[in-house]
């Protein structure tokens, strides 16, 4: 199993729409999650944080599910400046120098 | 405040240059480390550095050097180009909380 794993999508959207990622994540001692949005030819960008409560920043809310080792990314009412990539990016707990592991991402496109 | 910046934005080498890829970071933080990214791959570590004079491998080390002699730099050095270091290099620093701050990136073409 892959340590983070995202479906690649392309999810294509209409304005408007709610749309919501997923990732897995192997190592369960794994403590600090992280969404991270890329711009096409960007640097990647810190969107949220996710706590074990779940938290929300405007039309984004990020929940994690220790249990089943996943977090989710939930867009709603999608704007035309949402079109990205998404990362999905978790911590390798137990290591000196504890290195953030980042998914492939996942692509979203927005339409109107 | 100009975060993480990297010098140059973009490099054309043949095989068997070397070069480096530099980067600062103005927030103080200790922790630095170099990704390259590719596409189908993701972000891949390269090396990282957890303070001043302190430095590591990580997934990819192979053909790189670095060095950390103040907590602002992180140089990444290419010894000697290969087509396959044809990539998106990004310079990142680490947050109190892990939160990780990239620079602009380093578009590298190895002919």
């Known amino acids: 199993r892959k340590e983070v794993e995202q479906d690649p999508g392309p999810f294509n959207v209409p304005e408007g729409a709610t749309v919501a990622f997923n990732c897995t994540y192997s190592n369960s001692a794994s403590q600090s999650f992280f969404w991270y949005r890329q711009d096409c030819r960007k640097e990647p960008k810190l969107l949220m944080s996710?706590?074990?409560s779940g938290n929300e920043d405007g039309r984004f809310t990020a929940q994690l599910n220790r249990a089943s080792q996943y977090i989710s990314l939930l867009i709603r009412d999608s704007k035309l400046s949402d079109s990205a990539t998404y990362l999905c990016v978790v911590n390798r707990a137990n290591q000196a120098g504890t290195a953030l592991i980042f998914g492939k991402g996942t692509t979203l496109s927005v339409s109107s | 405040n100009a975060g993480v910046t990297q010098t140059p934005k973009f490099q054309v080498l043949k095989t068997g240059q070397s070069m480096t890829l530099q980067c600062a970071q103005d927030?103080?933080?200790?922790?630095m480390s170099w990704y390259r990214q590719d596409p189908g791959m993701g972000l891949r570590l390269i090396h990282y550095?957890?303070?001043?004079?302190?430095?590591d491998q990580g997934e990819v080390p192979n053909g790189y050097n670095v060095s950390r002699s103040t907590t602002e730099d992180f140089p990444l050095r290419l010894l000697s180009a290969a087509p396959s270091q044809t990539s998106v290099y990004f310079c990142?620093?680490?947050?109190?909380?892990?939160?990780?701050?990239f620079g602009p990136g380093t578009r590298l073409t190895v002919t």
């Open positions: 927030m103080n933080h200790e922790y």
């Open positions: 996710v706590y074990s």
């Open positions: 990142a620093s680490r947050g109190d909380y892990y939160e990780q701050y």
């Open positions: 550095s957890v303070g001043a004079g302190i430095t």
